[in-house]
């Protein structure tokens, strides 16, 4: 994780607010906009961490040194987080990996934060969470794994993302009862 956030703080120092995200409700259908890297350029999006300002994330990039030459970056404002497109299938694998933790034993309760590596097309290429626990770790891996996203649009093109993502996780139960709640934060 360590390593991402490096390179992420390398990327977002070479262009860091010089780029414009496009509404996402301006464009119907974005497959239809190219990749940027396949026009040759490069851009990617960010997400500022929970816990952090835009600019500590700056500060962090320009120090960092790592962003090939001519990379632009956009930091994305929590409402312009791409929205979740399989969301019928993103809840049951919520509901699946929340059951899991009750057969494990485990009440689960918290925010759950992952940096969740999205390509330009909306799939998720590599999720890092951290909660501490190794299995909630494995389990919340293959839950963003698994979703899919809108594509980031910058400029006029789709562009890779790194998003901070938070679920907010609750549970109780007992033999008899059980009781979640799993909501996707800002």
């Known amino acids: 994780m360590r390593s991402t956030i490096l390179v992420l703080a390398a990327l977002l120092a070479a262009g860091a ?4 995200a ?6 119907a259908d974005t497959a239809l906009l190219p990749v940027c890297a396949e026009g040759g350029i490069s851009r990617i999006a960010v997400t500022v961490p929970p816990g952090q300002t835009r600019e500590q994330v700056v ?6 040194g790592g ?3 001519g990379t632009q970056v956009r930091i994305l404002e929590d409402h312009e987080k791409p929205g979740i497109v399989n969301a019928e299938r993103f ?3 919520v509901e699946m990996h929340v059951h899991r933790f009750f057969r494990a034993g485990l009440k689960v309760d918290g925010d759950a934060v992952a940096l969740v590596q999205v390509n ?4 998720v290429t590599d999720a890092h969470p951290e909660t501490g626990n190794r299995d ?3 389990s919340i891996r293959e839950l963003w794994r698994r979703t899919r996203f809108e594509p980031v649009v910058v400029g006029s093109c789709r562009v890779p993302a790194y998003l901070h993502l938070s679920l907010r996780i609750t549970s109780d139960f007992d033999e008899h009862w059980r009781q979640t709640e799993v909501r996707v934060q800002p």
Do not use: I, N
């Open 17 to 20: 607010g010089t780029l414009h």
């Open 91 to 93: 809840s049951e694998l």
């Open 67 to 69: 962003l090939a030459p």
């Open 136 to 138: 909630v770790d494995r």
């Open 22 to 27: 496009q509404d996402s409700s301006a464009s």
């Open 59 to 64: 500060q962090a990039l320009q120090q960092s």
């Open 120 to 123: 330009a097309d909306g799939r």
